[in-house]
């Protein structure tokens, strides 16, 4: 309903400061994105930054909307294959035992995703924590859900790094 003329549509769940949803919209105008945030606080500052690149001209405030609230509750309100893409950059990996389930790659948000995706539909991840990203081949490998196409654990050295959009952890760490 928010992007009514069915356009590409993408989300990024755990949008942080905005760095990447703001950068990915500037560079694909052609495609809405919808920026996932929890804290409240933390997404008013992805707004921010979003509404400084609108007003620089960088940005033309159409294809970029922002949803702060429990990634839960938002997958059970988008229609199977609705999107194109989901974005999953440096997610709280929940290291202590006993939060797996909590992990945004834990099998119930991978059939979730799987649900939610058209088909031929993307999910793409970054990751700097090696527990995260073993426990996320795992859950991915026991799921079915989806097939890995694209590895690396080194991006910024890998041949995926000339289209990256680099978040803003990305950059400070």
Same mark, same amino acid.
């Given at each position: 309903e928010i992007y009514p003329d069915k356009k590409t549509f993408c989300i990024e769940i755990g949008c942080g400061?905005?760095?990447?949803?703001?950068?990915? /919209? =500037? #560079?694909?105008?052609?495609?809405?994105? %919808?920026?996932?945030?929890?804290?409240?606080?933390?997404?008013?500052? +992805?707004? *921010?930054? /979003? =509404? #400084?690149?609108?007003?620089?001209?960088? %940005?033309?405030?159409?294809?970029?909307?922002?949803?702060?609230?429990? +990634?839960? *509750?938002?997958?059970?309100?988008?229609?199977?294959?609705?999107?194109?893409?989901?974005?999953?950059?440096?997610?709280?990996?929940?290291?202590?035992t006993g939060y797996a389930k909590r992990r945004l790659t834990h099998s119930r948000y991978l059939t979730q995703y799987k649900r939610i995706l058209m088909e031929g539909g993307e999910l793409r991840m970054k990751t700097d924590n090696d527990g995260l990203f073993e426990f996320t081949l795992e859950e991915l490998a026991a799921s079915g859900c989806f097939d890995i196409y694209m590895q690396t654990t080194d991006l910024h050295a890998s041949e995926y790094a000339a289209d990256n959009v680099v978040t803003e952890y990305e950059r400070n760490f």
């Open positions: 400061k905005g760095s990447f949803a703001v950068g990915s /919209a =500037k #560079k694909e105008k052609d495609v809405n994105f %919808l920026a996932v945030e929890r804290v409240a606080d933390v997404a008013c500052l +992805a707004h *921010e930054k /979003a =509404k #400084k690149a609108e007003a620089d001209g960088e %940005l033309d405030g159409t294809n970029l909307r922002f949803y702060i609230g429990n +990634a839960d *509750e938002l997958l059970e309100r988008i229609p199977d294959g609705a999107l194109e893409m989901i974005y999953l950059n440096f997610s709280d990996p929940w290291p202590k």
